[in-house]
Antibody, heavy 118, light 110 residues
Framework: QEQLVESGGGVVQPGTSLRLSCAAS????????MHWVRQAPGKGLEWVAV????????EYVGSVKGRFTISRDNSKNTLYLQMNSLRAEDTAVYYC???????????WGQGTLVTVSS | QSALTQPASVSGSPGQSITISCTGT?????????VSWYQQRPGKAPKLIIY???KRPSGVSNRFSASKSGNTASLTISGLQAEDEADYYC??????????FGGGTKLTVL
C-alpha cells in the first residue's frame, strides 16, 4: 500500500541542525513531486517546501528560505529536509506529503516532531 | 503571503449541515480552481477529503461537498455524524510553486 514514513525528529538547541527523512513505498516515487508540511503545537498546517520529480526544482516558504534544504534520492525512494540554524519557532510536527497533479496532498506520513529548545 | 482565513470553530447537531468558509485573495483561491480540504483528527495526520475544488477521493463520503465563489471557498458537511468531529483545513495553490493553508476550523458535533 502507498505509504510515507518520516524519521529524524528530536530535541535540538537553537542554532543547530537536523535532517529529516521520509521513506516512500507502494508507489513510483520519482513520478511525484513531494512536499514538507509542518504543524506547530496546537496550531494549523503550514506548507514548508516542495521538490519536483528529478530533484532539481525546489521552492520554500519565506520563513525557511536560506535555512532549510529539501532534496530527494529517487534511487532510495527517500525525501529529505535539511534544517539549519534552527529557531524556537521551527518547533513542529513535520509531515511529508505526496503531491497529486491537481496540486493537493493525497498521501501523508505520520509526522515527526522537531523541538527546538535550549 | 498570509494564511487563508477560516472560522476558528463551528458546531452542529447530528443530522444537520454545516459550512466552513475559507477566504483568500485573487492571487490564490480566486485565481485557481485548486482548493483542497483536509480532515485531521487529534494526533493523526491530515486526510484529503476534497481536491480540485469539489472532487472527492475514493472512499470519502458524499456527505462532504465543496464550492467556490470569488476568493472564498466553502466546505459543506451534510447529515453530520459524531465521527465528523475533527479539525478541517483548506489549502490553495498560490502560484510560483507555493501553497497556502487556512488556519483550521474545529468542528464540534453537539
Amino acid at each position: 500500500q502507498e505509504q510515507l514514513v518520516e524519521s529524524g525528529g528530536g530535541v535540538v538547541q537553537p542554532g543547530t541542525s537536523l535532517r529529516l527523512s521520509c521513506a516512500a513505498s507502494g508507489f513510483t516515487f520519482n513520478n511525484y513531486a513531494m512536499h514538507w508540511v509542518r504543524q506547530a503545537p496546537g496550531k494549523g498546517l503550514e506548507w514548508v517546501a516542495v521538490v519536483w520529480y528529478d530533484g532539481k526544482d525546489k521552492e520554500y516558504v519565506g520563513s525557511v528560505k536560506g535555512r532549510f534544504t529539501i532534496s530527494r534520492d529517487n534511487s532510495k525512494n527517500t525525501l529529505y529536509l535539511q534544517m539549519n540554524s534552527l529557531r524556537a519557532e521551527d518547533t513542529a510536527v513535520y509531515y511529508c506529503a505526496r503531491r497529486q497533479n491537481t496540486d493537493d496532498f493525497d498521501i501523508w506520513g505520520q509526522g515527526t516532531l522537531v523541538t527546538v529548545s535550549s | 503571503q498570509s494564511a487563508l482565513t477560516q472560522p476558528a470553530s463551528v458546531s452542529g447537531s447530528p443530522g444537520q449541515s454545516i459550512t466552513i468558509s475559507c477566504t483568500g485573495t485573487s492571487s490564490d483561491v480566486g485565481n485557481y480552481n485548486l482548493v483542497s480540504w483536509y480532515q485531521q483528527r487529534p494526533g493523526k495526520a491530515p486526510k484529503l477529503i476534497i481536491y480540485e475544488g469539489n472532487k472527492r477521493p475514493s472512499g470519502v463520503s458524499n456527505r462532504f461537498s465543496a464550492s467556490k465563489s470569488g476568493n472564498t471557498a466553502s466546505l459543506t458537511i451534510s447529515g453530520l455524524q459524531a465521527e465528523d468531529e475533527a479539525d478541517y483545513y483548506c489549502c490553495s495553490y498560490a502560484g510560483f510553486t507555493t501553497w497556502l493553508f487556512g488556519g483550521g476550523t474545529k468542528l464540534t458535533v453537539l
